[in-house]
């Protein structure tokens, strides 16, 4: 069983940065393609970032290309999300998930992850 740990939300300004952070138990880490979600209330899940096992391919939402990194410590089992030039609109529960057959070629939806985090709250205040 693979659990998984988020930590790192909290309350900034507009313009401000976070990093999240995901543990991740299990021996087979590398096998996992791993990704960030995040919803708002009233809205959707939705997909903010994704980085494969080996060759740590990355894929992003457009709405935070450039704004956000997507990482990987394969030695320490820890994904992380840096969030640079955070906006109101980024206000969500963020939630990091793992996948065991998601292919590192496409991006995948919340209905390819198996395993996720209870999530963590990041607000962005005005």
């Known amino acids: 069983q693979v659990q998984l740990v988020e930590s790192g939300g909290g309350l900034v300004q507009a313009g401000g940065s976070l990093r999240l952070s995901c543990a991740v138990s299990?021996?087979?880490?590398?096998?996992?393609?791993m990704g960030w979600f995040r919803q708002a209330p009233g809205k959707e899940r939705e997909f903010v970032a994704q980085?494969?096992?080996?060759?740590?391919?990355?894929y992003y939402a457009d709405s935070v290309k450039g704004r956000f990194i997507i990482s990987r410590d394969n030695a320490e089992n820890m994904v992380y999300l840096q969030m640079n030039s955070l906006k109101p609109e980024d206000t969500a529960v963020y939630s990091c998930?793992?996948?065991?057959?998601?292919?590192?070629?496409?991006?995948?939806?919340?209905?390819?992850?198996?395993?996720w985090g209870q999530g963590t709250q990041v607000t962005v205040s005005s």
């Open positions: 299990g021996r087979t880490f590398t096998m996992y393609v």
């Open positions: 998930a793992a996948s065991s057959s998601l292919q590192s070629t496409r991006v995948g939806g919340p209905s390819d992850y198996e395993y």
């Open positions: 980085i494969s096992g080996f060759l740590s391919t990355t």
